[in-house]
């Protein structure tokens, strides 16, 4: 299999719903397959990365910090930065600068970019693929 590179438009927050963790699972794929990976993230996606985000107990379910083991979207992001170069392609995220000051998603973590929708034409004429993940 050539290598491709694919773009990847999201939209949803983090934490919501499963959409966010299929689009991380796809995303995922592509990088293990040695693709160049593009994603942007508009609307509550900026938060994805966002640097600020914390594990936590879960007092309903009477588990502690450590036994929660809370799943991060920051950290899956790094994890998936490392595993495109590992695995011989690169990820490529922008959040829209747009809809970080909206939110004051400002904080992201190292490698992500502040970019705007010029970014995503970019990102979109220079695919072999592209898939949005909207809400609905």
């Not at 050539?2 to 794929?29: G, H, Q, V, W, Y």
């Not at 593009?38 to 509550?44: D, K, L, M, P, S």
């Not at 966002?50 to 994890?79: C, M, Y």
Request: glycine letters at 8%.
């Amino acid at each position: 299999m050539s290598k491709k590179t694919l773009t990847f438009a999201l939209m949803d927050p983090p934490f919501e719903n499963e959409r966010t963790t299929t689009a991380l699972r796809i995303i995922e794929a592509a990088c293990r397959k040695g693709h160049n990976v593009n994603v942007f993230a508009y609307e509550g996606a900026v938060f994805m990365p966002f640097a600020h985000q914390k594990q936590h107990a879960n007092s309903v379910k009477g588990t502690d910090l450590e036994s929660e083991n809370h799943p991060l979207t920051r950290i899956w992001i790094a994890e998936l930065q490392q595993l495109a170069v590992a695995h011989g392609g690169r990820l490529d995220w922008v959040n829209c600068g747009l809809c970080v000051d909206e939110r004051g998603a400002n904080d992201a973590i190292t490698g992500i970019r502040r970019g705007s929708p010029k970014d995503l034409v970019q990102f979109l004429e220079g695919s072999d693929n592209s898939l949005v993940i909207a809400t609905r």
